[in-house]
């Protein structure tokens, strides 16, 4: 059974990708703009059998874990904004019900907006991942889900760049993280 808090994470990042989603359909140029679009759906099935799926000591378990990997990358260049995304679910499905089944998301999304051209701009990345707890060792290489955690990060950086002279540039902006 998922706790509150488990509810809680999943319906704030499903909220951030629908804000992100809307974001991008809202500064969908009004006017005509020659821009390069590409969408580009995928999915992946394995299976996986383990000894050990509590990953301890004491209490071995052998399972059977399925794993269904949907995803898509999204990627819109024009002249006055850049946006890629690549996204991806991943489902577990155990076998003989050692664990319950699990779902985990994998987010990376960049924008490049030219506010003002080749003078103001705004980057925004947002990723959202799995990362391991130990920062010595990375325990997402080696299991599902033993010292890890989800992690979001949402950076926006508004810049500009002024030419004082014809070989000076100067760039000077802010970074929120």
């Known amino acids: 059974m998922e706790s ?10 499903l909220r951030e990708v629908v804000a992100l989603l809307v974001l991008m359909m809202v500064c969908t140029p009004l006017s005509a703009y020659a821009g390069e679009l590409s969408f580009h759906p995928y ?17 071995k378990q052998s399972d059977f874990v399925t794993r269904f990997l949907p995803g898509m990358t999204f990627k819109y260049v024009a002249p006055l904004w850049d946006w890629d995304l690549a996204y991806n679910l991943d489902y577990r499905l155990y ?18 907006v030219k506010l ?47 030419r004082p002279g014809g070989q000076t540039t100067i760039k000077t902006g802010y970074r929120y993280s």
Do not use: C, W
């Open 4 to 13: 509150t808090m488990e509810k809680r994470g999943s319906f704030i990042f």
């Open 43 to 59: 999915i992946a099935i394995s299976e996986e059998f383990t000894d050990n799926v509590y990953e301890s000591r004491d209490e």
């Open 95 to 112: 076998a003989r019900n050692s664990r319950s089944d699990e779902t985990t998301h994998n987010l990376a999304a960049k924008g490049h």
């Open 116 to 162: 003002i051209d080749e003078r103001l701009f705004l980057d925004i990345s947002d990723t959202f991942k799995r990362v391991s707890l130990d920062v010595s060792r990375d325990y997402t290489q080696e299991g599902l889900y033993s010292n890890q955690s989800d992690s979001n990060i949402l950076t926006v950086s508004p810049y500009a760049i002024f």
